[in-house]
């Protein structure tokens, strides 16, 4: 397994991260079997992963307590990476959106912020955050100045409570208003092969500033592990339905394309999972790559990426062959 410094702090944690929004189950993803969470989590430790992420959203806290159950006797093994800014305790905040009886707004209030690092550090079972991230930035008319909210953040790394921070989903100028007011040593993008838009100027900003990226989604949802195929549909709201490569005319050019790897997979003994984390976890600017899985096969399988290392020329050609992909036609 590789290990990376995150951001500039002295934290070292594993270049392949465990995401844990499917444990969450829910409406997004479905019933999950806790115990086997548990033991996919489990598994991962073994193997060398250390960077663990969750979020309240992630099943409305139920990610974060089967992330405190699976690590509860080895906390000090665990980089714990967990967010904030989904509320829907009371009206505080912009509505962002409505869920089975849960109505979620985004909020960055200091006040809300202090009440859910603390319901986090409960349903977790710790006593602190390595990694606390805003989960998204807050919305108009509620749209509080990230300064106030970073001063929060660093007052609660002051308190022991975290001990890095970091932002999902952010831009540049989110990024420059959090930095002029603390040290911000992550940021959470949305990125995969099939969508490198932050290449063009968020990774080159981060690289110059010491940014550490936490890349999320870099399989899409599966589909770039060669499993899911034409025939596979999803009921109405499952969120890979909003995922435009997963419509039939994409779908078809993306399996195409990995078909044609098959000589890689060969070369490097590995998986199609196994070949894009190499490839993305390479990327300039991508310093962790968080890989979602539930069941102890798919962590097995995706935490081997950590030890494959991938020559320069397959790089290129891995890369030249999905720029040709272009971009995802619209449903119609």
């Given at each position: 397994m590789q290990y990376r410094t995150l951001g500039k702090t002295d934290i070292s944690a594993s270049a392949i991260a465990l995401g844990t929004w499917a444990i969450g189950g829910g409406p997004w993803w479905g019933d999950s079997d806790d115990s086997q969470s548990v033991k996919a989590i489990q598994t991962a430790i073994d193997a060398g992963v250390n960077l663990i992420d969750t979020a309240?959203?992630?099943?409305?806290?139920?990610?974060?307590?089967?992330?405190?159950?699976?690590i509860k006797e080895q906390r000090d093994k665990v980089i714990l990476s967990t967010k904030c800014g989904l509320w829907w305790n009371d009206d505080r905040g912009t509505s962002a959106f409505k869920l089975g009886d849960k109505h979620v707004r985004k909020c960055l209030l200091p006040e809300?912020?202090?009440?859910?690092?603390?319901?986090s550090l409960s349903r977790m079972d710790t006593d602190y955050i390595?990694?606390?991230?805003?989960?998204w930035p807050s919305l108009e008319p509620d749209k509080y100045p990230i300064d106030n909210t970073m001063q929060c953040l660093m007052k609660l790394k002051e308190d022991g409570k975290i001990r890095a921070i970091a932002?999902?989903?952010?831009?540049?100028?989110?990024?420059?208003?959090y930095q002029s007011a603390g040290i911000l040593d992550a940021i959470q993008p949305r990125y995969s092969m099939l969508d490198r838009e932050i290449e063009k100027e968020l990774l080159p900003?981060?690289?110059a500033n010491g940014i550490s990226t936490l890349a999320y989604s870099p399989l899409e949802q599966g589909l770039l592990t060669g499993k899911i195929g034409m025939d596979q549909t999803y009921p109405e709201g499952v969120y890979r339905n909003q995922i435009p490569w997963y419509l039939?005319?994409?779908?078809?050019?993306?399996?195409?394309?990995?078909?044609?790897?098959?000589?890689?997979?060969a070369k490097y003994n590995c998986s199609l999972s196994q070949l894009v984390i190499a490839w993305t976890v390479a990327q300039q600017g991508i310093t962790f790559v968080l890989c979602g899985a539930r069941k102890e096969a798919?962590?097995?399988?995706?935490?081997?990426?950590?030890?494959?290392?991938?020559?320069?020329?397959?790089?290129?050609?891995?890369?030249?062959?999905?720029?040709a992909l272009g971009s995802p036609q619209e449903e119609s």
């Open positions: 309240p959203a992630y099943g409305f806290g139920h990610s974060e307590e089967v992330v405190g159950k699976a809300t912020i202090r009440e859910e690092v603390e319901i390595d990694l606390y991230h805003t989960h932002a999902s989903n952010v831009d540049i100028d989110h990024i420059k208003q900003y981060c690289l039939p005319v994409n779908r078809e050019k993306v399996l195409n394309m990995l078909e044609g790897w098959s000589d890689l997979l798919h962590v097995s399988d995706n935490v081997g990426a950590g030890n494959l290392e991938l020559e320069a020329a397959d790089l290129s050609r891995i890369r030249k062959d999905v720029e």
